[in-house]
């Protein structure tokens, strides 16, 4: 099992900076994925960035320049710097790990919302 407490959401204006943070513990030795997600009123979820063991990440197109997925693994934690918000980043951002135990394993945050003002 492993738990991801998220936090660092809230309000703020276009334009502005925000850095989410999301703590994994339990089975984090079986982690080889986390990504951050986001859900907007009336959307689907969708991948925001990514990034595995090696440090290799990917980001969605809409954010690429503006958001920065890193992990500190001495703390087990992952964090999304987002710059330049938009109104269109407005979502409820879930944090996630998707672990090899037997199979691969998603496990989910709880989600923090992110307002942008426009």
């Known amino acids: 099992q492993v738990q991801l407490v998220e936090s660092g959401g809230g309000l703020v204006q276009a334009g502005g900076s925000l850095r989410l943070s999301c703590a994994a513990s339990?089975?984090?030795?079986?982690?080889?994925?986390m990504s951050w997600y986001r859900q907007a009123p009336g959307k689907q979820r969708e991948l925001v960035a990514a990034i595995t063991t090696g440090g290799n990440t990917n980001y969605a197109d809409s954010v690429k320049g503006r958001f920065t997925i890193s992990r500190d693994n001495a703390e087990n934690t992952v964090y999304l710097q987002m710059n330049s918000l938009k109104f269109e980043d407005t979502a409820v951002y879930y944090c996630?790990?998707?672990?090899?135990?037997?199979?691969?394993?998603?496990?989910w945050g709880e989600g923090t919302l992110v307002t942008v003002s426009s």
């Open positions: 996630n790990a998707r672990a090899l135990i037997r199979d691969v394993v998603d496990y």
């Open positions: 339990g089975s984090i030795r079986s982690i080889i994925v």
